[in-house]
């Protein structure tokens, strides 16, 4: 019962974290789009940052869970 509960909780965080990259996705194309990071280049270059890292380290960690030989 316990595996199952902290499984379902990796599942809902996993699930969560990849509705919150969406989110600042859809907000970052939209501030492109306005301009605000011609106005604001702190703020393009952190939120950009922010996305290109939580993407390298999503890729990096579903390549180690192919990769693994677990299976």
Same mark, same amino acid.
């Given at each position: 019962?316990? /595996? !199952?509960? &902290? *499984?379902?909780?990796?599942? *809902?965080?996993?699930?969560?974290?990849?509705? %919150?990259?969406?989110? =600042?996705? *859809?907000?970052? =194309?939209?501030? &492109?789009?306005? %301009?605000?990071?011609? #106005? $604001? /280049?702190?703020?393009?270059?952190?939120?950009?940052? =922010?996305?290109?890292?939580? %993407?390298?380290? !999503?890729?990096?960690? &579903? #390549? @180690?869970?192919?990769? @693994? $030989? $677990? /299976?």
């Amino acid at each position: 019962m316990r /595996h !199952s509960l &902290i *499984l379902l909780g990796m599942v *809902l965080f996993s699930l969560f974290g990849f509705v %919150g990259f969406c989110y =600042a996705l *859809l907000d970052w =194309a939209q501030d &492109i789009q306005t %301009g605000v990071y011609t #106005r $604001d /280049h702190l703020e393009a270059t952190y939120e950009t940052a =922010a996305l290109v890292m939580y %993407g390298v380290l !999503s890729l990096r960690f &579903i #390549r @180690s869970k192919l990769n @693994s $030989d $677990d /299976h």
